[in-house]
């Protein structure tokens, strides 16, 4: 399905009872709505799941950029309203616990919860992103490929599931370069650290402790600067710890969601 939000189309996809309480799955840098296939089943039996490709991935538009958080959060909230939500949930990994944060700031009003799962609240050095996005402009999202899965996966859990590495790599190969290129601009502009003080809805920080490029210092750093927050390190997990750890990633959220989302 497809929405008019926020000047762009954005396409989504609802699972689980129209009734129950909405969480919003928002993927990583480069991948699509399908990276949360092995959440899905976790959690529609129990949620109203709201799936989306963010703006520059997947079915979605891919303007060209730059963009950044508050475009991305805006298109969130514009893709709440176009569904008739008033508060939801908002699980995001990575760049989408960039956008969480930004949710969290400046629309905390729509959230019932807020998980932010391998990701930071500090910006990365400017050249590692001014690096990604050359060789991405110059040759193209296959320059992405072997170094990403480098960084996502543990190397045996890379040499285990050759089908997964299968899946995660055309997803990074069929990313457009607009978009890859504008939320990369994106993440170079971090700059909420000094407001997560503000946020209050609450909020579940959890990171692998083997990831190499959100570790487990900035994650106790980002739950540090949110009030409560709790945190859970997933063992054996690099970056993508939803898809290397699904087991222990959707116990843990679905324990915190089903605590935080029983009451209205």
Same mark, same amino acid.
């Given at each position: 399905?497809?929405?008019?939000?926020?000047?762009?189309?954005?396409?989504?996809?609802?699972?689980?009872?129209?009734?129950?309480? #909405?969480?919003?799955?928002?993927?990583? &840098?480069?991948?699509?709505?399908?990276?949360?296939?092995?959440? #899905?089943?976790?959690?529609a039996q129990q949620f109203r799941v709201l799936r989306y490709d963010m703006r520059g991935h997947g079915?979605?538009? =891919?303007? =060209?950029?730059?963009?950044?958080?508050?475009?991305?959060?805006?298109?969130? #909230?514009?893709?709440?309203?176009?569904?008739? &939500?008033?508060?939801a949930a908002f699980v995001g990994i990575s760049i989408s616990g960039m956008i969480g944060q930004a949710?969290?700031?400046?629309?905390?009003?729509?959230l019932r919860g807020l998980v932010l799962s391998n990701t930071t609240s500090d910006p990365p050095p400017p050249e590692m992103w001014d690096?990604? &996005?050359?060789d991405a402009e110059k040759g193209g999202m296959e320059t992405q490929v072997q170094s990403t899965l480098g960084r996502w996966f543990t190397e045996p859990y890379r040499r285990a599931n050759a089908a997964?590495?299968?899946?995660?790599?055309?997803?990074?190969r069929n990313t457009p370069v607009n978009g890859f290129v504008g939320c990369g601009r994106a993440i170079q502009g971090l700059g909420f650290a000094n407001h997560l003080r503000n946020i209050t809805?609450?909020?579940? &920080?959890?990171?692998?402790?083997?990831?190499p490029g959100t570790t487990v210092a900035m994650a106790k750093t980002l739950s540090n600067r949110i009030p409560q927050a709790q945190m859970q390190i997933i063992k054996g997990a690099s970056h993508l710890s939803a898809i290397e750890k699904e087991a222990a990633f959707n116990t843990l959220l679905s324990i915190y969601l089903s605590a935080t989302l029983a009451n209205p």
């Open positions: 399905m497809q929405a008019r939000v926020n000047g762009t189309d954005i396409a989504y996809r609802l699972d689980g009872p129209e009734a129950a309480p #909405v969480v919003v799955l928002s993927h990583s &840098i480069a991948t699509t709505m399908d990276m949360w296939r092995g959440q #899905v089943p976790a959690l079915e979605s538009a =891919a303007p =060209a950029g730059p963009y950044d958080f508050e475009m991305l959060a805006a298109d969130v #909230v514009g893709l709440l309203d176009h569904l008739k &939500i008033d508060r949710l969290g700031v400046k629309h905390g009003h729509r690096q990604r &996005i050359a997964v590495m299968d899946w995660i790599a055309a997803m990074i809805a609450p909020t579940l &920080i959890m990171t692998g402790d083997q990831d």
